[in-house]
């Protein structure tokens, strides 16, 4: 499976760039013949790639390690076949000149991808009631190792005290997600597998410590334009929408999102916490009709 993944982007051997300058390294103990998987790991030009072959699905992966907060996360930047991936990646379906490899029928994303260190920010937090430190973990550290369907609606939290990860739902009212994730690092050598997600039910001190953080720390990074802006109020008013379509009356939502400064995930945040029920219900007592 490996062969036809490099192959592919480079036609032989002697134009791989981490095969000439002798950067491409193995694992010194001989892989067994009926192992799980197998780890290749090259380095080009600065940056760690990371080739993983599922032997009975005969798919290759490729993560870049990317780095953050002085730690490194693989990430997922190719596959050989889509139907295995944890993280949603579109096949190339344009034409070519010559028949797909038998092996790479699905494949998606490119080996060569190329990337430069950044500037990383770390968020932590504590969370008092278990006395541990958490560490936001963005989701591009976690591109397929986690599926997407849980990165893609859930914040993830590293804990200090074990590593696990704790996802927390980006919409803390969402009636499809009133529970938390939680990712045990966990290794089973015998079946491949190095990690457990189990889910538990949202407690309200999850709820008031995520609405909190919400609300108490966020960047405007938008186009400062005028609050009249054409474009402005349409994206305002789809904003109110969304309220709306939640169950709150108009006025209700127009308030809120003109007190978050029209933040949708923060107002949704406030409304789903329990201790602001007081405070709503008060608005809604002062609304008048004229």
Request: charge should be neutral.
């Amino acid at each position: 499976v490996l062969e036809p993944t490099i192959l592919s982007q480079f036609g032989e051997w002697k134009k791989v760039p981490y095969v000439k300058e002798k950067m491409f390294f193995m694992s010194k103990d001989p892989v067994a013949e009926d192992a799980y998987s197998a780890v290749v790991i090259a380095f080009d030009k600065g940056v760690w790639r990371i080739f993983k072959v599922i032997r009975h699905l005969e798919t290759c992966f490729m993560y870049i390690l990317l780095e953050h907060g002085r730690r490194m996360y693989p990430s997922l930047v190719y596959t050989s076949d889509t139907r295995y991936c944890y993280y949603s990646m579109e096949p190339d379906t344009s034409d070519r000149g010559s028949p797909y490899h038998p092996l790479l029928r699905h494949e998606a994303g490119k080996i060569t991808v190329k990337t430069k260190a950044q500037d990383s920010v770390v968020i932590s937090r504590d969370v008092d009631r278990d006395n541990i430190e958490e560490t936001f973990t963005p989701e591009r550290l976690l591109r397929g190792t986690i599926p997407a369907a849980m990165t893609e609606n859930f914040f993830f939290w590293q804990r200090d005290k074990d590593d696990h990860l704790v996802g927390y739902p980006k919409e803390l009212n969402h009636p499809d997600y009133q529970y938390k994730l939680r990712v045990r690092l966990i290794d089973f050598k015998d079946c491949g597998c190095s990690g457990v997600i189990t889910r538990s039910p949202l407690t309200s001190e999850d709820v008031e410590a995520n609405t909190e953080v919400a609300s108490k720390n966020f960047f405007d990074v938008k186009m400062q334009l005028a609050d009249n802006d054409p474009m402005v109020v349409a994206m305002n008013n789809s904003k109110i929408e969304v309220i709306t379509s939640q169950g709150y009356p108009k006025h209700i939502a127009k308030q809120v999102m003109e007190q978050f400064r029209y933040d949708l995930p923060v107002a949704q945040s406030w409304l789903a916490n329990p201790k602001n029920q007081e405070k709503l219900e008060k608005m809604k007592m002062d609304f008048k009709v004229y």
